[in-house]
């Protein structure tokens, strides 16, 4: 028996032994397996907690997380990623660079992003001038010396053109006179005097009016004007004075070269109605000092006058001429 006994406990013994290292070679292969994964996930980047405040964008501070809120022209809807410029706050120079030579804008019919639009395009674009619209000036013609009109380029408008239609020359000559040129053809008649000489010092220079197939010293000429600074008028005369209206004063012309030049308007002879007439003057006075100025007035009477009559209120006109136009 005790012989039996030695040899079961040498068994056990052996097999506590195997237990034994087996449990310690599984402690050291977990100890292993453990410093293992320690090793392995200590080399793993842990994640870094944001930096800022709540509602702030997070961004790479040096390593580190960091955090701003943004501000100036555009703001931030956090929750939804949204970002929203504001009103007015884009300046020019922000913009992309324009072409030289165009404008921005949509020329279209529709809604659309705007673009470069050239010279060519604007101009067709915008209304074009005409009757009662302002807008751009219609292309020119080819042809030179047009007018721009409401409704486009045209002939130009002629200017007044004066047609001669008779020439009186004075030569030691009482009375210059024309019964042929005043007639229905023109509305306006011009009588230029060109350097009429009296024979006699500080004389009158008067005109009369042909009418009913005489020149007619009554009828009620009526004239006013400025003639050397001084007003000068008449409302019963008989006569029209295209000069200082008083004889034998300095005022007066003088008989002597350049003697008087000046012209008349005569307004629609024709018109069976009172004739209108206005001018101006130059001339030399009886003091030898240069005179001039401007009158005007008419025939008191209702008529059809056909021609007239000029003259001195003395002597006679040594020189000088006188024209006649019709004005178209």
């Not at 032994?17 to 293992?36: E, Y």
């Not at 320690?38 to 793993?44: E, V, W």
């Not at 509602?55 to 956090?78: E, H, K, P, R, Y």
């Not at 000088?320 to 178209?328: A, C, D, E, N, P």
Request: aromatic share 8%; glycine share 12%; charged share 5%.
């Amino acid at each position: 028996m005790p012989e039996h006994s030695a040899t079961q406990g040498s068994g056990d013994s052996n097999r506590q032994n195997d237990i034994l290292s087996a449990t310690q070679n599984a402690v050291v292969a977990i100890n292993n397996l453990s410093n293992t994964i320690t090793t392995k996930f200590s080399s793993i980047p842990q994640p870094t907690l944001p930096g800022g405040s709540s509602g702030q964008i997070q961004f790479n501070n040096s390593g580190s997380f960091g955090g701003f809120t943004m501000s100036g022209d555009a703001t931030l809807v956090s929750s939804t990623g949204v970002i929203t410029i504001a009103s007015h706050a884009v300046t020019y120079g922000k913009i992309q660079t324009e072409s030289s030579g165009t404008l921005l804008g949509n020329l279209g019919t529709g809604s659309t992003s705007p673009s470069e639009q050239g010279s060519s395009t604007v101009t067709g674009f915008l209304t074009q001038f005409s009757t009662g619209t302002q807008g751009v000036v219609p292309a020119a013609s080819a042809a030179n010396g047009l007018q721009l009109y409401s409704s486009g380029w045209g002939a130009t408008a002629a200017a007044p053109a004066f047609v001669l239609l008779n020439t009186l020359t004075a030569a030691n000559s009482s009375v210059l006179s024309d019964t042929t040129s005043l007639t229905a053809t023109y509305s306006a008649y011009e009588i230029d005097f060109i350097n009429i000489v009296p024979a006699t010092n500080e004389v009158i220079f008067e005109l009369q009016v042909h009418s009913g197939g005489v020149f007619r010293s009554s009828g009620g000429y009526l004239f006013n004007g400025l003639i050397a600074g001084s007003i000068m008028n008449s409302s019963a005369a008989s006569f029209i004075s295209l000069s200082w209206n008083v004889a034998s004063v300095a005022a007066a012309i003088l008989n002597a070269a350049p003697g008087y030049s000046g012209r008349l308007r005569v307004y629609n002879p024709s018109a069976n109605a009172i004739c209108q007439m206005e001018g101006t003057c130059t001339y030399v006075d009886g003091g030898n000092i240069a005179n001039g100025g401007s009158m005007g007035g008419w025939w008191g009477t209702a008529a059809v006058v056909d021609g007239f009559q000029v003259f001195m209120n003395s002597g006679n006109m040594t020189s000088g001429t006188v024209k006649i136009y019709g004005i178209t």
